[in-house]
């Protein structure tokens, strides 16, 4: 199987300056060894930067929902039938992260000075960056990856070697691709489990559109072709069909026959993940530090 007749690779590079920096340890009063003792120092208000972080955060969390993990830092794989749709989302939320980069380089000024009281003799000019926007970036690039060429380069223990790496990665992907699907699809009836089972709760229509956008996508994702997953994706797509939150909000009688239903999927799903994870599975969501430009991949990178 070449998973890049299907789709192709994506990374999302983003930096965001933090508006920090360590304290220099003769600026730390204390009475212990200051060799172990770090303290931070920070530069702004944090309130300042947070609208430019939730936009970043909220970009990767609509991106990954949209791809699959894959087996090198960072990188992720898109199928080519979302490609456009998220090549036109990222565009949206990278107009949206420079619009807000671009209000706090114009009040860079008014944010360092509303700190410079608060700092005291801490503050310092010097710490801040004289061009403030180039802290900022927004981007992210589409490519392939091939197992290296039989070619002079490489000698043949090397090329043996590189081929047969590049076959874990394909493989190590495949497996990755197939859990990742079932603990999405598992965590979200898990949910809607919940929400509808025992005492009454709250029902945001956010629980529907999250459940609905997977089951939409979810063709397109399911490269590895499970069909004992795609049979109980079949079942919940027929369970929620044209179900609205607020007549789970309204109406108690439908809310426990769908609840009844829901739980027959997610019994079926509980012996699909044996063992199931202790905990939710997240790819790629920590917060990164300052800057997260990387290096590209090892393997031979083309662009799509």
Avoid at 225 to 237: F, N
Wanted: proline residues 5%; hydrophobic residues 40%.
């Amino acid at each position: 199987m070449n998973i890049f007749e299907s789709g192709c690779l994506i990374k999302l590079d983003t930096s965001v300056w933090e508006g920090r920096i360590n304290l220099p340890s003769h600026d730390i009063q204390v009475d212990a060894d200051k060799e172990l003792i770090r303290a931070t120092k920070y530069l702004v208000d944090r309130d300042c930067l947070k609208p430019i972080k939730q936009i970043r955060h909220k970009a990767r969390k609509v991106l990954y929902g949209k791809t699959l993990p894959f087996p090198i830092k960072r990188v992720l794989f898109i199928p080519k039938d979302i490609l456009s749709e998220v090549d036109t989302i990222l565009k949206q939320f990278q107009q949206l992260f420079y619009a807000r980069t671009a209000y706090f380089e114009r009040h860079f000024d008014l944010f360092q000075s509303a700190v410079k009281g608060r700092l005291d003799h801490l503050y310092n000019p010097m710490d801040y960056p004289a061009d403030i926007g180039s802290r900022f970036s927004f981007s992210w690039q589409f490519f392939v990856i091939d197992a290296p060429g039989q070619s002079g380069v490489l000698s043949p223990e090397i090329y043996r070697r590189e081929k047969e790496n590049f076959q874990k990665t394909m493989a190590e992907f495949q497996s990755m691709a197939v859990t990742t699907l079932r603990t999405r699809f598992a965590e979200l009836v898990d949910h809607m489990v919940d929400r509808l089972s025992g005492e009454k709760k709250v029902f945001r229509d956010s629980m529907i559109d999250h459940i609905t956008t997977f089951l939409t996508d979810f063709e397109k994702l399911n490269i590895n072709h499970d069909e004992a997953l795609s049979l109980q994706v079949e079942r919940c797509r027929s369970v929620i069909s044209g179900v609205e939150a607020e007549a789970l909000r309204s109406n108690d009688l439908f809310r426990a026959a769908l609840a009844d239903k829901m739980e027959t999927i997610q019994e079926a799903l509980d012996r699909m993940m044996v063992p199931r994870p202790k905990r939710k599975l997240r790819f790629n969501t920590q917060e990164e530090p300052t800057s997260d430009r990387e290096g590209a991949p090892h393997e031979d990178c083309v662009p799509c």
